[in-house]
């Protein structure tokens, strides 16, 4: 019988934590699954990611309101996985923010992910019936946009290509502290099923070109401290790299998604084995790193069906 995936078997309640990384600006965490950003302004609220689930969603919002009243007035989508936009719902906001590349994959890719998603990680799924269907940004915008939250200025960047193609960043100046999404994770694996492995590096280096003082990243604990970013980014590149240099050699000797699946293991394994969530991102980026190194720039679109036959033949 085909092993499951190590994310089906990932049952266990996580413990949620809220952190203050600027004036205003909070991170919801969840030992290593997915994070939320909060940004307070002068009368109404910006979050950044909206969990899976409306119900998921609430937990965020118990969370906002221990600290403020505000009404929630807007919503951004880093990307358009389906773990952190299904429970846009839930948040009323009047405007759901994402960058143009984006909401093209929602209308390419977006049903195809949340059917995905929803086989392999199904904790992440509670409450799903509550779910009204895709989630569609108000508004979009291609290389950056500014939002005023009364005279809190936040923008919004598109850095490059990394976790997806869309990637957006939040940066508000005034605390000078970087809401990143997937690009950054802290001591969690990278989902790499739908990166680009080449450009991913320079899109770090374009985050640290702000030089934030704090980083809210994808999944991990909220990053407080110059030092602390910088070792996250640092981390974020090395996880990216040894992952995808094996399976270049690989595939430039002719090797099989087999061959590369047990060199990204001899590699990463020692160094990152204890991360979350490396079980579950593991056989995604072999794949897609496979894929790459061959010269497909355009993530394939990831089924279920797809999901088990790639996982069949990593198996052997």
């Given at each position: 019988m085909t092993k499951a995936f190590a994310s089906q078997g990932d049952l266990a309640e996580k413990t949620?934590?809220?952190t203050e990384v600027g004036e205003g600006l909070f991170a919801f965490t969840a030992e290593g699954d997915p994070n939320t950003g909060v940004i307070i302004g002068d009368e109404s609220v910006m979050i950044v990611e909206a969990q899976a689930t409306p119900r998921l969603a609430r937990k965020v919002i118990d969370c906002v309101r221990s600290v403020t009243d505000k009404p929630i007035s807007h919503l951004v989508l880093t990307h358009y996985h389906a773990v952190r936009v299904l429970g846009a719902s839930a948040y009323g906001a009047r405007e759901i923010i994402m960058s143009d590349t984006a909401a093209a994959m929602v209308a390419e890719r977006g049903q195809e992910d949340w059917d995905s998603e929803f086989g392999r990680f199904p904790r992440l799924f509670q409450g799903h019936e509550e779910i009204p269907g895709l989630t569609w940004?108000?508004?979009?915008?291609?290389?950056?946009?500014t939002v005023y939250l009364g005279k809190r200025r936040i923008e919004i960047h598109t850095p490059g290509r990394a976790h997806t193609a869309g990637d957006a960043v939040i940066w508000v100046p005034d605390q000078e502290v970087m809401f990143t999404g997937d690009i950054v994770e802290d001591h969690s694996a990278c989902y790499c099923g739908d990166g680009h492995f080449n450009?991913?590096?320079?899109?770090?280096?374009?985050?640290?070109s702000f030089e934030p003082?704090?980083?809210a990243p994808g999944r991990g604990d909220a990053l407080v401290g110059a030092d602390r970013v910088a070792a996250a980014i640092a981390g974020t590149e090395d996880f990216i790299r040894s992952t995808y240099k094996p399976v270049a050699r690989v595939v430039a000797r002719g090797g099989t998604l087999r061959d590369a699946w047990e060199a990204v293991r001899a590699e990463c394994d020692p160094k990152f084995s204890d991360y979350a969530i490396?079980?579950?991102?593991?056989?995604f980026n072999v794949a897609r790193a496979f894929d790459e190194a061959r010269g497909i720039d355009t993530p394939r679109v990831?089924?279920?069906?797809?999901?088990r036959q790639m996982w069949d033949a990593l198996q052997g």
């Open positions: 949620i934590s809220f940004p108000t508004t979009t915008f291609s290389e950056s946009m450009e991913w590096p320079q899109t770090l280096d374009m985050i640290a003082v704090a980083v490396y079980e579950h991102c593991l056989p990831w089924t279920a069906e797809r999901d």
